[in-house]
């Protein structure tokens, strides 16, 4: 038996489609345990790229099966163009489950989602605007319609007519805007049910048999460490838990079942939206960073912002999740870059901090503490394994261990497959 949750162990974007894509070649099971479409991965297949924001990446392969959990808020219409996307690819998606008890994605949700952050103005905490916040809350409140909900129209209904005098009275009162027709949603999302009921299951049953079996499962966390709704950095922060602790209860697997934890982290940090980033580059060390490593949003398409590798960040990452095992991605981004930096701390009004700040104003304040690294000025895109890379990157990478304590299993020096170094197994 053997089982990895796999999580960003920064502000999201680290290359977790790519890990999850690499690693679910050995895995039965692939499982997105939190997030909705608001999340993005990009996985490059010899020629071919694949964006993907709600199918787990294991899809790209047969024999995997990739499931959808409870945890996750589906938007069924993104849900269908997605399908269809790899069905037009020659893609087989008849391993994919979604759980009978993730929460739907309404219209209200894109709608409230959308005015409240432009009623923000300056205020705005840079969501996607694709009503994940909304439907979670729903969730919290218990007025949540789920995908077990889309096969039983009576259900629906009754549920749907409940929701939406309370959801067109906001609309109509608050944000001046047009209500939604009761018969309108019910007759989509019907019939958004019977495209997808093929796939609806009961997936912690499935994934717990599966595991007890003795077969091997991946999780997968959407976004990143320091964007979980209790321990990132609120309220820039997405609606669910992407750490790992997230992957038991999105799924409905115990914690004495997970065996390792892979942290992804890029060789250097990035951030999408709004709130505090310390070792931020806004110069042209930033700007070439950017570019090299084609730093815009896959969901989005917005520009991240760039920024040195953040040690205080990445051991928070490690403390909250009990990261086992490192994934060191875009190494090649930084091939030519003269000197590299590494942030070994912060110093707050002068004094050096103990540990990752929990305030947000404080977090603002912080200088970054650097030590600095010769760069190795060379490609290092065809190497294939941990022997034939440039001694400074070898040094850069074996500080990153000595600074976490934390071991690295794989090295990735580009977007393909094969441009990845195994240097620990994980199955």
């Known amino acids: ?123 705005k905490i840079g969501t996607t605007k694709r009503g994940i916040g909304p439907a979670y809350m729903d969730k919290a409140a218990r007025s949540g319609i789920r995908i077990g909900d889309l096969l039983d129209p009576d259900e629906l209904k009754q549920r749907l007519a409940a929701v939406l005098d309370q959801k067109n009275l906001l609309l109509e009162r608050v944000y001046e805007a047009r209500p939604l027709d009761i018969e309108d949603v019910l007759d989509k999302y019907l019939a958004y049910g019977e495209k997808i009921k093929e796939f609806i299951a009961d997936t912690s049953h499935l994934i717990n048999q599966i595991y007890d079996r003795g077969e091997r499962v991946l999780f997968e966390g959407a976004q990143g460490t320091l964007l979980d709704l209790d321990h990132g950095t609120y309220p820039f922060v997405t609606s669910s838990n992407p750490i790992a602790g997230g992957a038991c209860v999105g799924v409905g697997f115990g914690p004495t079942k997970i065996d390792k934890v892979l942290g992804v982290v890029k060789a250097y940090t990035t951030r999408v939206g709004e709130g505090p980033f310390p070792t931020e580059l806004n110069d042209e060390v930033g700007d070439e960073i950017r570019r090299a490593g084609h730093e815009f949003g896959t969901t989005t398409g917005r520009p991240r912002r760039c920024g040195w590798f953040d040690m205080v960040m990445f051991n928070y990452a490690v403390q909250v999740s009990g990261i086992s095992h490192v994934a060191l991605t875009k190494l090649d981004v930084l091939d030519g870059v003269e000197k590299i930096k590494i942030c070994t701390g912060y110093k707050y009004k002068g004094d ?76």
Request: charge should be negative.
């Open 1 to 123: 038996m053997s089982s990895v949750v796999l999580i960003g162990a920064q502000w999201g974007d680290e290359g977790k489609g790519k890990i999850t894509d690499f690693l679910a070649e050995k895995a039965d099971a692939v499982v997105r345990y939190q997030g909705g479409n608001n999340a993005g991965h990009t996985v490059v297949v010899g020629d071919e790229e694949f964006k993907l924001h709600l199918i787990p990446s294991g899809i790209l392969y047969p024999d995997t099966i990739c499931v959808i959990g409870n945890g996750v808020v589906v938007d069924p219409q993104v849900l269908l163009e997605e399908l269809e996307y790899l069905k037009a690819r020659n893609i087989d998606v008849s391993g994919l489950r979604i759980s009978t008890n993730a929460h739907v994605i309404m219209p209200y949700h894109r709608l409230l989602d959308e005015l409240e952050e432009e009623r923000r103005g300056e205020n």
């Open 352 to 427: 050096k901090l103990e540990s990752f700040p929990n305030s947000l104003k404080q977090l603002s304040l912080c200088e970054p503490v650097y030590e600095e690294h010769p760069g190795w000025m060379s490609s290092t895109s065809e190497v294939r394994s941990y022997e034939q890379l440039p001694d400074e990157a070898k040094r850069y990478i074996e500080r990153i261990q000595e600074l976490s304590k934390v071991k690295t299993a794989i090295i990735a020096v580009g977007p393909k497959r094969e441009q990845t170094i195994v240097t620990e197994s994980l199955f």
